[in-house]
Nanobody, 122 residues
Framework: QAQLVESGGGSVQVGDSLRLTCTAS????????LGWFRQAPGQEREFVAA????????DYAAPVKGRFIISRDDTKNSLYLQMNTLKTEDAAVYYC???????????????WGQGTRVSVSS
């Protein structure tokens, strides 16, 4: 059964760092574009970052560019999101997702994780 499981969420203060991990099972992760999305209370889920299969080309949403780093380790079936200089507006449930290509990832991912909550206090 294909599955994505996020971990690493928690409560931090403004300016702190946090690293999220997403571990995949049941899929050949090296064939998928992988990404992170987030959803704050009362808001739509939004794209955060993505990384392509193969060349591992990264793409970021404007609010996180320069602060967040997405990476993947296909040997460990894992996706990471290093979040630095966190702001209160970064607080959300973070979801990882997999898509058969980068466009599919951004529009209708094949697979979603269950989410991990990040809280940021001032």
């Amino acid at each position: 059964q294909a599955q994505l499981v996020e971990s690493g969420g928690g409560s931090v203060q403004v300016g702190d760092s946090l690293r999220l991990t997403c571990t995949a099972s049941g899929i050949a992760v090296e064939n998928y574009a992988l990404g992170w999305f987030r959803q704050a209370p009362g808001q739509e889920r939004e794209f955060v970052a993505a990384i392509s299969a193969g060349l591992e080309i990264a793409d970021y949403a404007a609010p996180v560019k320069g602060r967040f780093i997405i990476s993947r380790d296909d040997t460990k079936n894992s996706l990471y999101l290093q979040m630095n200089t966190l702001k209160t507006e970064d607080a959300a449930v973070y979801y990882c997702a997999a898509g058969t290509n980068s466009r599919r990832l951004r529009t209708a991912p094949n697979l979603w994780g269950q989410g991990t909550r990040v809280s940021v206090s001032s």
